[in-house]
């Protein structure tokens, strides 16, 4: 999660909760630093020690329980600032895919820059597993939701695609742009390896069943591809 404010009126203005693998880096990285602030919602509310035990740099993907939890005067921040609180929600079964294809990838990123397999700053194989797993297989739902009831304005991949974009009020992003990928982050570290990317693959029709039972809620809140956006 991140807070944006809009340093030309000195405004905050949203909230993006980071759903991983729904493009959230296609989106950080089109904002102009310059017209915007991308910040850790730390520097602006207090928190306090939960029992999440979560890293400032692991809130970036904090779901909408834990951002609570983290920050128990969060909600009185955002009816101060009457906030924009909106996330980025991509069809199931795509984001299965993806984030199949993304976990070798981040591994061998991680690699590269440091020199040994320290596994996304975990310290062991099996905390690499725990956690980052684990957030690549849970359901959208959960930044979206609490209690069973839609807390986010939700904006479906499929109906910005290929278009210019006002996301909030005065941030436009390029969709038009090639989409930039983490499947592509080894070979910009380094060219003279192999990537060792999953390629892309089409699920068969009981992968698809597992899928539904999986990330039934997300097809509760009606996730699949060509949805308008729905502003709660």
């Excluded at 991983?20 to 919602?41: A, D, M, R, W």
């Excluded at 306090?48 to 969060?74: D, G, M, V, W």
């Excluded at 906030?83 to 980025?88: A, C, G, I």
């Amino acid at each position: 999660m991140y807070g944006i404010k809009n340093l030309t009126t000195n405004k905050h203005i949203a909230v993006f909760m980071h759903i991983p693998k729904t493009s959230g880096q296609h989106f950080l990285k089109s904002i102009n630093p310059k017209e915007f602030e991308v910040y850790s919602l730390n520097q602006y509310i207090p928190c306090k020690q939960n029992r999440f035990t979560i890293t400032f740099r692991e809130q970036s993907h904090a779901t909408l329980e834990q951002a609570y939890e983290i920050y128990p005067t969060l909600g009185e921040f955002i009816d101060k600032h009457n906030l924009d609180v909106f996330t980025f929600v991509r069809d199931p079964f795509d984001r299965f895919v993806s984030s199949l294809r993304f976990l070798p990838v981040f591994m061998t990123l991680d690699t590269i820059k440091k020199g040994q397999i320290n596994y996304g700053e975990s310290t062991s194989h099996a905390e690499f597993l725990a956690h980052y797993a684990t957030l690549l297989l849970r359901p959208q739902s959960d930044w979206i939701d609490i209690e069973g009831r839609p807390q986010t304005r939700m904006i479906h991949l499929s109906d910005i695609q290929n278009k210019e974009v006002e996301i909030v009020d005065g941030l436009t992003v390029d969709y038009r742009k090639s989409w930039w990928s983490n499947e592509d982050a080894v070979s910009e570290v380094r060219s003279d390896i192999p990537t060792w990317n999953i390629p892309k693959f089409t699920l068969d029709a009981e992968t698809k069943k597992y899928v539904e039972w999986l990330w039934k809620k997300d097809f509760a809140l009606n996730l699949q591809n060509n949805l308008t956006a729905t502003k709660q």
